[in-house]
């Protein structure tokens, strides 16, 4: 399995069941970050705005993939959806293991949400808050939800990410167990242990 960040919450999974985006976004949507032409045989969207929902920008392989897909309902904030609405949680499960990409995730996970997701190998979790929970309600999640790795997105970088949002650096100052990659691929099978990985951002 390959996981591959295109910045902001775009996530490219190959696996040998089949491939997936999650929230692709839309042209000049996400400041310092331009989405290349992506092929996939799945596209799964969080939520409609245009930094999470351009599923035109996937082109469709046209293959039917054999992973499963459990889709768990949130909120885009802490009010019950007041300010932003909702927010669908996808878990993909293939080679064995289970990916679970929170999307724009506004709220702390309820009992019930923490038992649909079950067992995670992988979180992908936005950690910079204002549209999201912040890099304290993160840390929480991701210690409840248990997962071997831990991928922070959503944040603020170095000429790229929303001004109103936090770095990543929030987060990982509440993680004891921090991994720097050099690119933005993941190979899950290749890290021992657990760990919160650092991808890097591809910029324009």
Request: glycine residues 12%; negative net charge; aromatic residues 6%.
């Given at each position: 399995m390959k996981l591959t960040w295109y910045g902001h919450s775009c996530f490219l999974l190959e696996s040998a069941e089949?491939?997936?985006?999650?929230?692709?976004?839309?042209?000049?949507?996400v400041p310092?970050?331009?989405?290349?032409?992506?092929?996939?045989?799945a596209v799964l969207c969080s939520h409609g705005?245009?930094?999470?929902g351009c599923q035109e920008a996937v082109t469709r392989s046209g293959a039917t993939p054999r992973f499963s897909v459990t889709r768990i309902e949130s909120f885009h904030d802490d009010r019950q959806g007041a300010l932003r609405g909702g927010n669908t949680?996808?878990?993909?499960e293939a080679e064995g293991l289970r990916v679970a990409h929170l999307g724009d995730l506004g709220e702390a996970l309820n009992e019930a949400q923490l038992a649909a997701l079950g067992k995670v190998d992988v979180l992908l979790i936005p950690v910079g808050g204002y549209y999201t929970i912040d890099a304290p309600t993160a840390d929480a999640a991701a210690r409840a939800v248990g997962a071997r790795l831990v991928v922070p997105m959503h944040y603020r970088g170095e000429g790229?990410?929303?001004?109103?949002?936090a770095p990543v650096e929030d987060f990982l100052?509440?993680?004891?167990?921090?991994?720097?990659?050099?690119?933005?691929?993941?190979?899950?099978a290749a890290i021992d242990?657990?760990?919160?990985?650092?991808l890097r951002c591809p910029q324009k």
């Open positions: 089949g491939s997936v985006v999650f929230d692709p976004y839309a042209p000049g949507s310092g970050v331009e989405l290349p032409v992506l092929t996939a045989d705005h245009r930094d999470h949680i996808h878990v993909v790229f990410g929303y001004d109103v949002i100052a509440l993680r004891g167990d921090v991994l720097r990659l050099d690119g933005n691929s993941l190979d899950p242990g657990a760990a919160t990985v650092v």
